[in-house]
């Protein structure tokens, strides 16, 4: 897990370093999701064609998302070039949808709505940045995975220190009732 953990660490790091490399392998994510889903769902239409005549809606969803997916993979600079849009529509809708669901909070009696209110109305702001400057999604974006694998890593080490705690604890248990057991009626 510590191997892992340096792997997961030295690859958000990459993440962060090479934002274009990060948006061609998100891209290409997306496409190995919508290609697996649609077999999926592909083969869950095939068992139940059968009892189900009205799934040939199924079929052709099942169908697009295949072809959807290798168009994905096998060309994915359209992907690359939208997802620094998509993330900014993302982030402005997302922010506009904190700032509006802040009142409900407010209208609830929570002292502390405002502070969400804010983080809408910042997110938002952000987010219209990133429209104008699609420079600074592609960077987010790849500084968002980044730090997301980063954190990652470092959760299998802190996973590593707790099993070698616990470790620790269960060999002084085992240990002291080694010495209960040495113990005879005798001397008791």
């Not at 982030?91 to 506009?96: C, H, R, V």
Request: charged share 10%; hydrophobic share 55%.
């Amino acid at each position: 897990m510590c191997l892992g953990g340096c792997a997961l660490v030295a690859l958000g790091v990459l993440c962060i370093l090479y934002p274009g490399s990060t948006l061609l392998s998100l891209s290409w994510l997306f496409g190995l999701f919508f290609f697996l889903g649609g077999c999926t769902q592909m083969a869950a239409w095939a068992a139940t064609r059968g009892f189900m005549p009205l799934s040939g809606l199924s079929f052709f969803s099942a169908l697009l998302q295949i072809i959807l997916g290798c168009v994905m993979l096998f060309h994915p600079a359209p992907v690359m070039a939208a997802l620094p849009f998509l993330f900014a529509f993302w982030l402005l809708f997302e922010g506009i949808n904190l700032a509006i669901g802040s009142a409900d909070f407010r209208r609830v009696g929570f002292r502390k709505w405002w502070i969400q209110c804010c983080f809408g109305i910042l997110a938002a702001c952000f987010g219209v940045y990133c429209l104008c400057n699609p420079g600074t999604s592609i960077e987010t974006i790849a500084w968002l995975v980044g730090l997301g694998i980063i954190v990652d890593g470092i959760g299998y080490w802190v996973k590593v220190a707790l099993v070698n705690k616990v470790e620790k604890r269960f060999v002084k248990l085992h240990d002291r009732l080694k010495e209960v057991e040495d113990i005879t009626w005798e001397e008791v």
